[in-house]
T-cell receptor
Framework: DTEVTQTPKHLVMGMTNKKSLKCEQH?????MYWYKQKAKKPPELMFV???????INESVPSRFSPECPNSSLLNLHLHALQPEDSALYLC??????????????FGSGTQLSVL | LAKTTQPISMDSYEGQEVNITCSHN???????ITWYQQFPSQGPRFIIQ?????VTNEVASLFIPADRKSSTLSLPRVSLSDTAVYYC????????????WGAGTKLIIKP
């Protein structure tokens, strides 16, 4: 199994809603990532988890709250988002962090629209 | 951190070889070069990675000159399904999160 599975595929939420994005991988990878991608732009790193601990937070607003319940799961909790947060949210995993010569395995993403 | 520059878009035809060049003038000694492919509404997919000279796999080749200030992704005999955005990335071998993504090249393959 070389897949990263993200749910839901599409999400529409209001600015006062609370929602969560989910990501799952069963490749035994110990590093997991959240990226944000706006249309026609490259992915931007948001968070990195290494061995289930938050390693990197790229100055992401607190309305985005990541969680790594175990080595296979990664969640992104959303609260009080703004319309400019509308984007494709991608989850990725790699065998471990700190090795740029490793592959990143991406999920298909959640297309988020904030109204 | 190295910055990458790649063409915004390219067109080609089925059966042709396509070469996409990425410029990374201030690449560091310990930086790797990686290419990803992305289809609409999907996450990027790893294509190939290299450090110097030439790397080849079942999908593509990567040519890196001795000065490493640029790299060329070569896709042999493209098909319509190769229409996608191709990203050039540069990053140090000891830190995955410091990967610098290029702006991407939109490759359109015509019949």
């Amino acid at each position: 199994d070389t897949e990263v599975t993200q749910t839901p595929k599409h999400l529409v939420m209001g600015m006062t809603n609370k929602k969560s994005l989910k990501c799952e991988q069963h490749m035994g990878h110990r590093a997991m990532y959240w990226y944000k991608q706006k249309a026609k732009k490259p992915p931007e790193l948001m968070f990195v988890y290494s061995y289930e601990k938050l390693s990197i937070n790229e100055s992401v607003p607190s309305r985005f709250s990541p969680e790594c319940p175990n080595s296979s799961l990664l969640n992104l909790h959303l609260h009080a988002l703004q319309p400019e947060d509308s984007a494709l949210y991608l989850c990725a995993s790699s065998q471990q962090r700190f090795t740029a010569n490793e592959k990143l395995f991406f999920g298909s993403g959640t297309q988020l629209s904030v109204l | 951190l190295a910055k990458t520059t790649q063409p915004i878009s390219m067109d080609s035809y089925e059966g042709q070889e396509v070469n996409i060049t990425c410029s990374h003038n201030n690449i560091a000694t310990n930086d790797y070069i990686t290419w990803y492919q992305q289809f609409p509404s999907q996450g990027p997919r790893f294509i190939i990675q290299g450090y110097k000279t030439k790397v080849t796999n079942e999908v593509a080749s990567l040519f890196i000159p001795a000065d490493r200030k640029s790299s060329t992704l070569s896709l042999p005999r493209v098909s319509l399904s190769d229409t996608a955005v191709y990203y050039c990335l540069v990053g140090p071998m000891d830190s995955n999160y410091q990967l610098i993504w290029g702006a991407g090249t939109k490759l359109i393959i015509k019949p």
